[in-house]
Structures are given as C-alpha cells and as structure tokens.
C-alpha cells in the first residue's frame, strides 16, 4: 500500500509576507535580506557571502581606524566606545516599494471664481499644523459670517471651502488664531503660480 503524500511546508517571509523563494520579486528585497539570512540561507547562497564580505570589510575597516599606539578607535564612536550605531530615518512606504515623501508644512490658499461674480477661498494644508478641519471651519465661518465647509478636493485631500473673496483677509485670521502657523508658511495661488503670502 503507498503512503500518503505529505503536504509541502512553505516558509513564508513576515516582513514582505511572500514565500522565501520569491523574496526578490517583492516590493522591497533589501528589508527581507536579513530574515533570509537568518531563516533560509541556503535558498540565497548569494546573499550568504556577500553579508560575509560586507562582515570581512567592517572588522577591516575596526583594524585600520584602531590607533596602534593608544587602542582608542580614531573613527566615529559612541559614548559606550563602540563603534556608532545610528539608524537611518525611517522612512514611510507605499504598496509597491515607492517611498512616500513628507509633506511640506505650508497653508495655500487659492481664489475660484464661480459663476463670473461669486467667489470661493479654498484654503489647503491646515491639518498639516495639526489644525482639526472642522473647527478651523467654523471659525472662519463665524468670523467672516461667511459659509465656510470641509470638502475633500481633487487630490482627495481634506480642504475648507469658504465662500467670499478673503484670500487676503484670512492670512492675519491664521496667523492670530493658529501661532504655530506663521506668515512664511502661507502661500496663495495666482494665476497658476505659488506666490508666499509675506
């Protein structure tokens, strides 16, 4: 009588969550590295002796920055008196590996023009300064006895739509209203162009 077939274990990577063989293929390989190291050198025999080089060369580079007459390390140290260790800036991924650039801390404010009379102040970038939306709408509403709404824009992002032309007006309003805020930070749109404010 045959035995019965056993079922094939896969080892799946937890950082990119694909199976061990196929790390490569995944949005970021290099993240994976480690782990396959440690946990399936043998399926990248590649990787084995390129993290021995980079070892080999680092217990190299401790020899040669070791001063031979004091033994003190002449090359950047921590206080502890080993060599630094210094993270890079985590940075903040999308799916598919692309990088997500942070935003700039600045407010604009554009002027719509609506049926060739009315006008609409869009103001972006509030949140930003840690401002939430709806109050900084009800403020703007109440102080310029205006209607003033949070609307998700074009590039769904969260902005305040307030009706009236106070492009000009609202720059003090923020400032005074919001002191994280400054001049320097707010931009208007004119014609097609950033312009700052200040």
């Not at 993240?31 to 070892?55: I, Q």
């Not at 103001?123 to 609307?151: M, N, Y």
Request: with cysteine; proline share 8%.
């Amino acid at each position: 009588m045959a035995e019965k077939p056993q079922p094939v274990r896969v080892l799946y990577c937890p950082v990119c969550s694909l199976p061990a063989e196929y790390c490569d293929f995944g949005p970021d390989f290099e993240r994976c590295k480690p782990w396959l190291l440690r946990n399936a050198p043998d399926l990248y025999p590649d990787l084995v002796k390129e993290a021995r080089e980079k070892e080999a060369e680092k217990a190299a580079d401790q020899l040669q920055s070791v001063d031979i007459s004091g033994g003190a390390p002449t090359g950047p140290a921590d206080s502890s008196g080993g060599p630094s260790t210094s993270k890079p800036e985590e940075v903040k991924r999308l799916p598919g590996g692309k990088i997500k650039k942070k935003e700039k801390q600045e407010v604009v404010i554009e002027k719509i023009v609506r049926n060739k009379r009315k006008c609409v102040t869009v103001v972006k970038g509030l949140e930003l300064f840690g401002v939430k939306l709806s109050d900084a709408s009800k403020k703007l509403g109440k102080r310029f006895a205006t209607g003033a709404s949070v609307v998700k824009g074009p590039t769904e992002k969260e902005q305040i739509d307030v009706q009236g032309d106070i492009a000009y007006d609202i720059v003090e309003f923020l400032t005074d209203t919001w002191p994280d805020i400054h001049e320097t930070a707010i931009f208007f749109i004119e014609d097609g162009r950033k312009v700052p404010a200040a």
